[in-house]
């Protein structure tokens, strides 16, 4: 079993940043795939940006050059650093680990104003 917990989602204007946070208790060593899913008002739920069997990492066309994902193992957690922020990433953001099945996080909501 695996339990992930985020923080940092927010409201931000256009071009500001955001960092989130998913802290994995326990060694995230042993979880194939980490990383970030949103789902837009609307919209189906789509990969941001993930780490894949631990090599670098996926982004989503959209995010690319503006979100930044990385990981501590020491802390067991992943970070998404958001910059450059648009209106279009207004979503719920979600962390997702894979391990043998995925698992998500509760999600936490980015909101950006124009």
């Known amino acids: 079993q695996v339990r992930l917990v985020e923080s940092g989602g927010g409201l931000v204007q256009a071009g500001g940043s955001l960092r989130l946070s998913c802290a994995a208790p326990g060694s995230i060593s042993s979880i194939n795939d980490m990383g970030w899913f949103r789902q837009a008002p609307g919209k189906e739920r789509e990969l941001a940006a993930v780490?894949?069997?631990?090599?670098?990492?996926k982004y989503a066309d959209s995010v690319q050059g503006r979100f930044t994902i990385s990981r501590d193992n020491a802390k067991n957690t992943v970070y998404l650093q958001m910059n450059n922020l648009k209106p279009e990433d207004t979503a719920v953001y979600y962390c997702?680990?894979?391990?043998?099945?995925?698992?998500w996080g509760q999600g936490t909501q980015v909101t950006v104003s124009s």
């Open positions: 997702y680990a894979l391990v043998v099945r995925a698992y």
């Open positions: 780490f894949i069997s631990g090599r670098n990492p």
